[in-house]
């Protein structure tokens, strides 16, 4: 078996989407010696797929704009699940962190008079995305390595060398985290992909950036990385995940041909003023606006029209709700018969605009259609359905600080839950990773300034054991392939604990993930540790599993609908269940769930909603009092 090379920092960073990157730029410039460590080649991360934009309330495109009305607009997209403090935070400092990467050099497309331009998406009440075409992750993320590039170019002139600071080990995959003695992170172990080498990264501060869970389902948008090991690491190394029976089913991905299933049509699209129609011709989702957004969205088409034009003098077109609304409609129009014919519904842009404004807007759409399913864009409908997309739930932080309750350890970006309560809206994971990206550099270099010389360190017995169990499945004679397990693995999750979910299949899934748990420890992957998918795949597994039944569990228990929740079994939205916050941790093996009240919402920030708002969501006695009452 290989050899376990060793590496020294103060800082690890697991992950290079956009969160990771923001962190270690922040904990290098803390003066933290960092490593940041990816799974994917360098820059190969979700965020780079992202296409519509990145949401801060820059107010240049319309000045009516501020923290307030995002804020506003994030807690109503999350239906007032999410965590007040954070929602606060990314509201407040998304546009510092937007200005703070035009300064590094990032490019977005400009308004006439040279502002960053900003896209409506929905659930936003103003047009809000910072945006660069249909590729502003591709440019953010460039943005982010050129400024890593950048400290490193200081650290070979002051130094010595370019990675005496910061240094990136792309390829390498984490299974475990490294704790002491007494529970604090002391690092991480991994191996690296092309060799097989085994490698031990100490350190006692280790921000986790891995993104998403979408691979434990079976349609998704999530490439082949999502395999939700931040969200299974944390809880193994002791940590609690939040929220995690949200899982945001994206409304319109590619419902054709089968190899591209899932992969998704940008929420641009709608913002652009593209228009969902089922097989009769209707455009379906009037008849789907939710009593709780009555009062916002257009009730007729030619006032929805009217929106695009002069948005001041009507109310927004009912595509642009938010995406847990519009994919149930896509799903119900499907059940009952009105979908497309490869089991959608479309969705036209084509006679919105002309041919060249959709070829500059939506580059990467006409392209996508155009090479993966023969589909002109600019001349007709696509066929679009519901895909997974991301997890609102993952590990439960301290806001300000991105601190797990397992000390050293720190998350950001998707990994972590509680931002988006239980819906996120479009373009308000760019700007959280961003603003908690940052926070967890600062996060992780002021907890070390307390540890002052008591490092924790890994013991050497950890190290050779997580080096044994990683071999495992590769020592086997017997056992199960990988690749028909996570087959089973995403079927049953897609089947029983997708869209729309119901008691009895949630208990019939834990019981599949049970049985396929057992099948799991005994996976068996054929030949050696250098460049093997089958091996990767069988360690991601167990990752896969706990995640799964963190969601199950979860979702079992919530008896509510809400967000990216629905029950049809409990399908009305519960006040009381709103103040409650289930927590997965791992406990003998298994997971099991607390219960934590929500943090409530400060009177300031209580006072930016309609009381008649309130009352849709808030209990009794959350409520602040009535106008006019006696206090
Ligand atoms: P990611 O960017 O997903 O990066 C995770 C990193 O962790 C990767 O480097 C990966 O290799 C690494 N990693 C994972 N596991 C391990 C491990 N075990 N060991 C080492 N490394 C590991 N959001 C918006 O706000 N606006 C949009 O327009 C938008 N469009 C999207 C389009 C698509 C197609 C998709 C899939 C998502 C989109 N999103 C959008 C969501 C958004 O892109 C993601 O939520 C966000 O980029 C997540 O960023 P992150 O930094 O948390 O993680």
């Not at 994030?74 to 962190?97: C, D, Q, S, V, Y």
């Not at 907890?447 to 050779?464: H, I, K, M, Q, W």
Request: hydrophobic share 40%.
């Amino acid at each position: 078996m290989s050899e376990t090379t060793r590496h020294n920092y103060d800082v690890v960073v697991i992950g290079a989407g956009g969160a990771g990157l923001r962190a270690a730029i922040e904990a290098r410039q803390q003066g933290r010696k960092t490593a940041i460590i990816s799974k994917s080649l360098f820059g190969k991360a979700h965020t780079v797929m992202a296409e519509g934009g990145a949401a801060a309330a820059l107010g240049n495109v319309n000045a009516n704009d501020s923290w307030q009305v995002h804020f506003r607009d994030t807690i109503r997209g999350g239906k007032f699940m999410n965590n007040p403090r954070m929602a606060e935070l990314h509201a407040k400092e998304a546009p510092e962190r937007i200005l703070e990467l035009e300064y590094w050099g990032a490019l977005f497309d400009r308004t006439r008079d040279g502002r960053i331009s900003q896209r409506n998406f929905g659930g936003h009440e103003y047009p809000r995305l910072a945006h660069v075409g249909d590729r502003t992750g591709l440019e953010l993320i460039r943005t982010l390595q050129q400024r890593v590039v950048q400290l490193q170019q200081a650290d070979a002139a002051e130094l010595g060398h370019p990675e005496a600071m910061l240094r990136v080990f792309a390829e390498t995959t984490v299974t475990e985290l490294l704790t002491d003695g007494s529970g604090r992170i002391a690092g991480a172990f991994g191996y690296v992909r092309e060799t097989g080498e085994f490698c031990v990264f100490e350190a006692p501060a280790v921000i986790l950036a891995t993104g998403g869970i979408g691979k434990s389902f079976k349609v998704t948008s999530n490439s082949w990385e999502y395999t939700g090991d931040g969200h299974a690491l944390a809880l193994r190394a002791g940590a609690a995940l939040i929220n995690m029976e949200f899982v945001q089913f994206h409304p319109t991905g590619m419902v054709w041909p089968p190899s591209v299933k899932g992969i998704l049509v940008t929420e641009s699209v709608r913002g652009d003023g593209g228009v969902l129609r089922n097989s009769e011709g209707e455009r379906f989702m009037f008849g789907y606006v939710p009593d709780v957004f009555r009062d916002q969205y257009a009730e007729t088409e030619e006032e929805a029209d009217g929106w695009y034009a002069d948005p001041a003098n009507h109310r927004r077109p009912p595509e642009l709700l938010p995406r847990d609304e519009v994919a149930r409609a896509i799903n119900n129009e499907v059940k009952e018969g009105r979908g497309s014919p490869h089991g959608g519904v479309f969705l036209d842009v084509s006679t919105r605009m002309p041919a060249e404004e959709i070829m500059r807007r939506l580059p990467s759409m006409h392209h996508q259609f155009k090479e993966l399913a023969d589909v002109d864009i600019t001349a007709g409908p696509m066929e679009v359905g519901p895909t997974c997309h991301y997890v609102m739930g993952g590990v439960e932080v301290d806001a300000d600080t991105g601190a797990a309750r397992v000390p050293g350890l720190f998350a950001a970006g998707e990994v972590a839950g509680g931002m988006h309560g239980s819906n996120r809206l479009g373009g308000n994971s760019l700007s959280d990773l961003l603003v908690f990206g940052r926070r967890c550099g600062i996060g992780a270099a002021r907890y070390l300034d307390g540890l002052g010389g008591d490092r924790p360190r890994p013991s050497d017995a950890d190290v050779a054991r997580l080096a044994e169990e990683a071999a495992a499945p590769l020592r086997r004679d017997t056992g199960e392939n990988p690749y028909q397990l996570h087959q089973e693995l995403q079927q049953t999750m897609n089947d029983l604990v997708g869209i729309i979910r119901r008691g009895p299949e949630m208990e019939q899934a834990l019981e599949a993930l049970e049985k396929l748990r057992e099948r799991v420890a005994t996976v068996r992957a054929e030949g050696g540790t250098a460049y093997n998918p089958g091996w990767h795949l069988a360690l991601d597994l167990r990752n896969m599993l706990a995640v799964s039944e963190a969601v199950a569990r979860s979702a079992l228990a919530r008896e509510e609908s809400r967000g990216g929740h629905t029950r049809d079994d409990f399908p009305a939205m519960s006040a009381q269940w709103r103040r409650t916050v289930l927590a997965a941790s791992l406990r003998g093996g298994r997971v099991e769930l607390d219960r934590r009240p929500l943090d409530t919402l400060r009177p300031d920030l209580l006072a930016l909603f309609d009381r008649a708002e309130l009352t849709k969501y808030l209990t009794e006695e959350e409520l602040p009092p009535a106008e006019g009452a006696d206090s």
